[in-house]
């Protein structure tokens, strides 16, 4: 079976390069049958904030693609330390006693390219025992294989075949002075005990990925496939960072901004991926009948932004098209709940409210439309826009509208037809225009020079507020 883990570290909000790894590994699994394994990689204690673990499981919640197993890394610490023990009574790894600030995993610019310091990879048992025993502080480091001639490979299912020769590669750590486990021991003795099979992460680990080969090769267990995804980029080029870039990172303000969760996964899952058919707008299902590996890139991605506006207008469109086909009743609820959140009315009846959504949506392209261009359908807040009273400016118009009022009050039923039926006999019978009344109704009841057909207009603003907006003319 295959088995694949998300392994966010909680030391800033979700990071949207961050989401779409996730994503990719649960369409993965999705897509073979397979377990999709939550890891809070959260062994650096100095750096996790409880506010960033509150933003990944919102963010991720969010998201609405759930889960199969959950797990916390610093709840795994005896494990991490027991296998890199193991590894050290094996002879390939060894304490390294050199004090923190004479080159501890630093580049030396004399010799290049730092590998080890000198005189602690030999340094016998018997005097490292004793020097531990005495309290003296040190580093358990990976014995990399040097002078051996081997060569480290495996096939990354993004990049292809990779290869780097054991001697270009230092004596990485594995526990800390204090005893903590790294990152690279840490992660690959969780990968080895929580049975991963398949690694898809960033592109940005593809260089550790030979460290984390000869750690599961000294634990004896069999490595999983590795796929690293491409980086997401701004648009000019650089890496999309949390400190320089801000909310635009963030998928909270994604969600915040009123999109739809499953807008924001079709989303993502075209940064970096083709379902190769030109296929864009896709439903969940769809994505999980498409995904594959191979439809990976391997070029970065760029995320589409402004200093005025973080959200990609590539986004924006897709919810749009989303919002138009999302059944009713999975929008109406989400609807509601923007509009209350922003203090405005939602009809208590369900299915007239689902109607006017129904009109609505058409011009919309996310759910804050609903509550910001939709407020004179849910308040009797009416802003009129220059354009729109060009519109009751038109000879004529103002005195027709209160005259139409009284008439609509009046109305047996009040429906889109029975109203239009009423508009144009007014019309006919004052010999103007229905253009003139019609445009005019729309300025009236809404403040705004375009939307809906007239007629839908009337029954989305209701009789009541329809027959005060047009006696106030």
């Not at 018997?126 to 531990?132: I, K, M, Q, T």
């Amino acid at each position: 079976m295959h088995r694949v883990r998300f392994a966010p570290s909680p030391t800033g909000y979700l990071h949207i390069g961050s989401a779409r790894t996730f994503i990719f590994n649960w369409l993965f699994a999705r897509k073979n049958n397979g377990t999709t394994i939550l890891r809070i990689d959260d062994t650096d204690a100095g750096r996790n904030t409880d506010a960033s673990l509150r933003s990944i499981y919102d963010g991720l919640n969010w998201l609405d693609l759930a889960w199969d197993e959950h797990y916390r890394q610093s709840e795994r610490l005896e494990l991490h330390g027991k296998l890199a023990w193991a590894i050290f009574d094996k002879g390939l790894a060894y304490r390294d006693f050199t004090p923190a600030h004479s080159g501890d995993d630093t580049p030396d610019e004399r010799k290049g390219a730092w590998l080890f310091n000198p005189g602690m990879p030999d340094m016998p048992r018997a005097e490292s025992d004793r020097r531990a025993a005495a309290g003296e502080p040190f580093v358990l480091r990976f014995r990399s294989p040097r002078g051996t001639g081997h060569t480290i490979r495996f096939t990354d299912g993004v990049y292809g075949e990779q290869a780097k020769q054991a001697d270009d590669v230092e004596d990485f750590a594995l526990l800390r002075s204090n005893g903590m486990p790294t990152y690279h021991m840490a992660s690959c003795a969780d990968d080895a005990d929580l049975r991963i099979t398949s690694i898809i992460r960033g592109q940005d680990h593809l260089s550790n990925t030979f460290k984390h080969v000869l750690i599961f090769d000294a634990l004896g267990a069999s490595a999983p496939e590795f796929a690293h995804l491409p980086l997401l980029i701004a648009p000019d080029g650089a890496k999309l960072s949390k400190r320089k870039h801000g909310p635009v990172v963030s998928v909270l303000t994604y969600r915040d901004a009123g999109f739809l969760p499953h807008t924001y996964v079709n989303f993502l899952c075209l940064l970096g991926w083709s379902p190769k058919n030109d296929r864009e707008v896709m439903t969940r299902d769809e994505l999980v009948a498409a995904f594959s590996l191979a439809g990976v890139n391997r070029a970065n991605a760029v995320v589409n932004f402004t200093d005025a506006d973080p959200v990609d207008p590539k986004a924006v469109w897709l919810n749009s098209q989303h919002l138009r086909a999302w059944p009713l009743a999975e929008l109406a609820p989400l609807v509601r709940q923007t509009l209350e959140s922003k203090g405005l009315e939602a009809d208590a009846d369900e299915a007239a409210f689902a109607r006017k959504i129904d009109v609505l949506r058409s011009r919309y392209a996310t759910l804050e439309d609903f509550a910001a261009k939709g407020r004179p359908y849910f308040s009797d807040i009416v802003e009129m826009e220059p354009e729109a009273l060009a519109k009751l400016d038109v000879p004529g118009a103002r005195e027709l509208l209160r005259e139409l009022s009284p008439k609509l009050a009046a109305l047996p039923e009040y429906t889109e037809q029975t109203v239009e039926a009423e508009v144009r006999a007014l019309a006919a019978g004052r010999g103007v225009k229905a253009g003139v009344i019609i445009n005019g109704a729309r300025a009236a009841l809404t403040g705004q020079h375009a939307g809906p057909s007239a007629f839908a207009v009337f029954a989305c603003v209701g009789r009541d507020r329809a027959v005060r907006r047009l006696a106030g003319v």
